[in-house]
């Protein structure tokens, strides 16, 4: 197909950009064939837990991730199992978008923060709260969806516990120059399909009891899943990273 059938080559320029308004020789988009099903990871996702194996998952200690993986779930395993604790993915990202589907226990065991305690941590350091908070009071920004110690999740859309759960997030990595916050990082949270967050500026890297703060690190870093000490259950894990444009 020619330029001339696509767009155009006599229009204005975008401001700050090399691309015209509705440039025809503007790169097309990658095709991407999205998932069959709701949650379904789309043609071009990393897949990072498909239900049966934690071969891109290890503990803290760079030691093979020792929790349960059964009837296509992952389970934080009792106390002491080696490899337990929390678990990063071997592979780093910086903004991209992720999905992953959580399931605290049934019936419930022990009340607020004690309640299906898991967490979701964005290069490793910014906490998205995973929590069984369906009738179970607890402080605002810790609440499931929180970003915990710093904003509350605008609703609670938390179902009851033994029912799986949805999140989608779309993260935007902060940028430093040095030891200086050039912009910060940014999260939209929707959660079983109820948006929590909506490109909300974190104030840095999450703190139990003391001010979230920023540290400057690495452009890139692993999602870590906690293990709070509660047999909290994730399935379909699969990110994709964001990059600019016309990249
Ligand atoms: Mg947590």
């Not at 093979?64 to 993986?69: C, K, L, R, T």
């Not at 967490?119 to 490793?124: A, E, H, P, R, S």
């Not at 009738?135 to 605002?140: G, L």
């Amino acid at each position: 197909m020619t330029i001339a059938n696509i767009g155009y080559q006599d229009t204005p320029f975008l401001p700050g950009d090399r691309w015209r308004v509705h440039d025809g020789s503007r790169p097309q988009a990658a095709i991407v064939t999205p998932g069959g099903a709701p949650g379904a990871p789309p043609s071009d996702a990393l897949v990072l837990f498909d239900g049966t194996d934690l071969s891109r998952w290890q503990s803290q200690k760079g030691e093979p991730s020792g929790w349960i993986v059964e009837n296509g779930y992952m389970q934080v395993p009792a106390h002491g199992t080696p490899g337990g604790g929390d678990i990063i993915t071997r592979d780093e990202f910086g903004d991209c978008q992720i999905h992953l589907e959580w399931c605290t226990p049934s019936p419930p065991k022990g009340d607020s923060q004690g309640r299906g305690n898991s967490g979701v941590f964005l290069m490793g350091r910014y906490e998205i709260q995973v929590l069984d908070t369906y009738q179970n009071p607890t402080y605002a920004d810790g609440l499931a969806g929180a970003i915990y110690g710093q904003y509350p999740p605008l609703v609670n859309a938390c179902r009851p516990p033994g029912e799986w759960q949805t999140y989608d997030i779309l993260f935007t990595a902060p940028r430093f120059s040095g030891d200086t916050v050039e912009s910060p990082g940014y999260v939209t949270l929707i959660h079983n399909g109820v948006v929590l967050h909506n490109h909300t500026a974190l104030l840095g890297g999450t703190r139990h009891k003391d001010v979230a703060q920023y540290r400057a690190h690495p452009p890139t870093g692993p999602l870590k899943l906690q293990d709070h000490g509660n047999p909290v259950r994730f399935r379909n894990i699969w990110v994709r990273p964001l990059k600019g444009y016309d990249e």
